[in-house]
């Protein structure tokens, strides 16, 4: 922290009697300041840390840490913390006041694969792609610092610091505002359930950061409320708002919060979302998002929190274009079109039934009252891809008429569609689960792997995530865009945005919930949304391999048809294999 042309260094360490600051540019060791509640803290001038120096703090006489507020730690996790001048960015976006959350098409990256270099400058040099296909808000997978030089984002243990390998404080900035500059929101995952398993030294000097009542897949639960948890809240709130305002980060997607235990009320979500809406979102629009596997609908109701991605609506869509049933899939195999329908028009699938892959427990709660805008809807994700055993897209899964006709559903929906880099031109690279642990560490994350997938039926030669060969294979091959079929597919895509950007975007300001649907035959379904203008949007569509008789009323504009001949068939009493169509008409009366 800057004071007056100096830097304040402070750090939270009940358990040690002593710390020091090592000034590794002079060789210099500074014994800090002992404060109340386990603080310690040191000012220095401006010639003893200038931008650039390299820091540790010194426990005890012996152990060094790296900041866990570090800026910058570019000799990774286990390196010492670099000073970094906040406010040298000469930030011109002024003017960008962010964009309305029912504007949103996501497009979901991985710095580290998403171009060759892997970098924010390259992934900078894409952004005018990504406007062309459609893209209004890129989310970028968590840049916190993570051990070794390649992984997914969520072993982060430096949750300050950009990682080094995508490039420096200033670059991720840059490609902030190269992307304002379009007209692009940029939105950051974040984990705020748990800390990577190297790197992280907050159990030698605060053990008081971890709950010893709570447990999660990861290990001892962080301490969100217990004694000494405000100091913990007060360090992941401070963590949002750095990200949002350092930064001008135009939103947050929330890892896993189910995850996230705590007892008390407001809980930790709740409380940051009211900081959130507090703070940086009084002067512009921020919009925050959550990953809840529990379908908890009282986040949602809250009004300062966005939405939630929808595992049920791709469940349901995958169960129907592949039929596997493996693992969380059983759940939607009885009837994954009344599912889907039912996600479509309603947000979720479980709404308080029970879960067979849970062992029978009840999840979810109704949500039908929620507008579309709640559920961000996809057909491929980072989890839905690279927990695969071995990082198939689902275009390597599905048939080339099913996946168009799904995507015509996801894409034309009320709510926000999420894409996965390299989906929109049927990338054939995998995106495989990858890391880079030393030692026994790397061991147990393949054992992890294998024990993992043992529900699923094909789990033989799982690829090692500690590979540099694991890496590298997912990285996107843009130059498969000169061949015609991946062309196709970007075309495709582009013109089903351009449909939602034309027929659907506008319609949505004040839209409620209350969406309706029906089901015809073995695979056919029709919803119907009131749109905020009191317009009427109707989808028809058959899932199924056979036609479906049925004599199905529509009206108005028809605005996507998946055959030419589609109107003639309907009219006829007859709803043929694999089809949709979308109708938007004016209404004069209150019934959807």
Not at 49 to 78: E, F, M, W
Not at 173 to 186: C, F, I
Request: hydrophobic letters at 40%; proline letters at 7%; a negative charge.
């Amino acid at each position: 922290m800057r004071v007056d042309g100096g830097i304040r260094f402070r750090l939270w360490a009940p358990a040690v009697r002593q710390v020091e600051l090592i000034l590794e540019n002079k060789g210099v060791s500074l014994a800090m300041h002992r404060l109340a509640d386990g603080w310690f803290q040191i000012e220095t001038s401006p010639q003893q840390t200038p931008p650039g120096s390299l820091y540790y703090y010194r426990l005890d006489g012996g152990l060094k840490i790296p900041d866990p507020a570090s800026r910058a730690n570019p000799q990774d996790v286990h390196g010492p913390s670099q000073v970094v001048d906040a406010q040298a960015f000469f930030w011109q976006d002024h003017g960008w006041q962010g964009r309305p959350w029912h504007e949103a098409v996501i497009y979901e990256l991985h710095l580290g694969t998403f171009t060759e270099e892997g970098s924010f400058a390259a992934a900078s040099q894409r952004l005018d792609y990504l406007v062309e296909l459609g893209i209004t808000a890129i989310e970028l997978m968590p840049v916190a610092d993570f051990p070794g030089a390649r992984n997914w984002g969520y072993d982060g243990v430096l949750l300050f610091a950009p990682d080094s390998r995508y490039g420096t404080p200033d670059e991720l900035k840059a490609l902030v505002q190269a992307a304002h500059r379009r007209g692009l929101m940029v939105l950051l995952d974040v984990v705020y359930n748990h800390f990577g398993p190297d790197g992280n030294y907050l159990h030698t000097y605060a053990p008081q950061f971890f709950s010893e009542r709570h447990h999660t897949p990861w290990g001892a639960a962080i301490n969100f409320d217990g004694d000494n948890s405000r100091i913990v809240r007060d360090f992941f709130i401070h963590n949002a708002l750095y990200w949002l305002e350092e930064y001008h980060i135009d939103g947050l997607r929330l890892d896993a919060v189910h995850a996230i235990i705590d007892d008390s009320r407001p809980d930790i979500v709740e409380e940051l979302a009211a900081a959130i809406q507090a703070g940086p979102g009084q002067s512009r629009q921020v919009h925050l998002i959550l990953e809840n596997d529990a379908n908890a609908v009282r986040y949602l109701q809250q009004g300062n929190i966005a939405a939630q991605w929808n595992d049920d609506s791709h469940h349901a869509l995958h169960v129907l274009l592949t039929g596997e049933e493996d693992g969380c899939y059983a759940d939607y195999t009885d009837q994954p079109i009344r599912d889907l329908a039912r996600c479509l028009a309603e947000g979720f699938a479980f709404q308080g039934q029970p879960s067979l892959f849970r062992g029978g427990r009840s999840r979810g709660e109704p949500s039908g009252q929620l507008p579309p805008g709640a559920f961000i809807n996809f057909c491929q994700t980072h989890d839905q891809i690279g927990n695969r055993a071995y990082g198939e897209r689902i275009a390597m899964l599905a048939q080339q008429k099913p996946l168009q006709i799904v995507l015509a559903l996801l894409l034309l929906a009320p709510s926000p569609p999420l894409l996965f880099m390299g989906e929109e031109f049927a990338a054939a690279t995998p995106f495989q689960f990858f890391c880079d642990f030393p030692g026994e560490l790397a061991d147990a994350v393949i054992e992890g792997r294998c024990r993992e997938f043992a529900s699923f039926a094909a789990r033989a030669g799982i690829p090692d995530p500690n590979d540099p060969a694991t890496f590298e294979r997912c990285k996107l091959d843009w130059d498969c865009l000169d061949k015609p079929q991946h062309q196709d597919s970007l075309e495709y895509y582009k013109h089903l945005l351009t449909l939602r950007r034309t027929y659907i975007v506008p319609r949505l300001p004040g839209m409620g919930g209350g969406a309706g649907f029906e089901l015809f035959g073995a695979s056919a379904l029709v919803v119907r949304w009131r749109l905020g203008d009191a317009t009427r949007l109707t989808l028809l569509a058959n899932l199924g391999d056979s036609p479906v008789e049925s004599v199905v009323a529509f009206a108005g504009t028809a605005f996507y048809l998946s055959q030419a001949d589609l109107p003639e068939m309907l009219a006829a009493g007859r709803i043929p294999p694999w089809c949709a169509a979308w109708f938007i008409e004016e209404i004069h009366d209150e019934a959807i």
